[in-house]
């Protein structure tokens, strides 16, 4: 009995696990299971942690829409079709963020002050 008590445990806490929440594009901006962005660009002043990162750069909304969302959607898909020596992974090619994270990144990015 304990045992069955513990399967339905931990069926419903992976059911909630799956009903979460996606998580908001600042999040796949910040979590290093994720985009982990913040290692490498920094942000404008209150979008988000302010850090040194200097490996690509800083990303500014008027740049971002500028660039406009296809060029950014495939900059977050394969950065290496523009650049094969760049140091910023293939998100979307490697899988490490599905369709709808780059969309939800890219509509972060054109929204950056
Ligand atoms: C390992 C470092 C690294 C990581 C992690 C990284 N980038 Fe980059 N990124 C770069 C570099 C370097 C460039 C400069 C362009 C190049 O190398 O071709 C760049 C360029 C860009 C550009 C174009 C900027 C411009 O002004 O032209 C955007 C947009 C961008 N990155 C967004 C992101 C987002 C969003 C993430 C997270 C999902 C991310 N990057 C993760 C290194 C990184």
């Known amino acids: 009995m304990k045992r069955f008590a513990a399967a339905v445990l931990a069926c419903a ?5 799956a009903a979460a929440p996606p998580a908001p594009a600042l999040d796949l901006f910040v979590r290093a299971d994720k985009g ?5 660009h920094q942000l404008p002043d209150g979008a988000g ?3 040194r990162a200097d490996v690509g750069p800083r990303l500014e909304g ?3 829409r500028t660039l406009g969302r296809s060029a950014l959607r495939q900059a977050l898909v394969d950065p290496m079709r523009a650049n094969p020596d760049t140091v910023m992974p293939p998100f979307g090619r490697h899988r490490l963020l599905d369709a709808a994270e ?3 990144l890219v509509e972060f990015l054109v929204a950056l002050p």
């Open 13 to 17: 806490s992976a059911s909630a696990f």
């Open 49 to 51: 942690p302010a850090t």
């Open 36 to 40: 982990n962005c913040i290692a490498c």
């Open 102 to 104: 780059i969309d939800r």
């Open 62 to 64: 008027a740049r971002m």
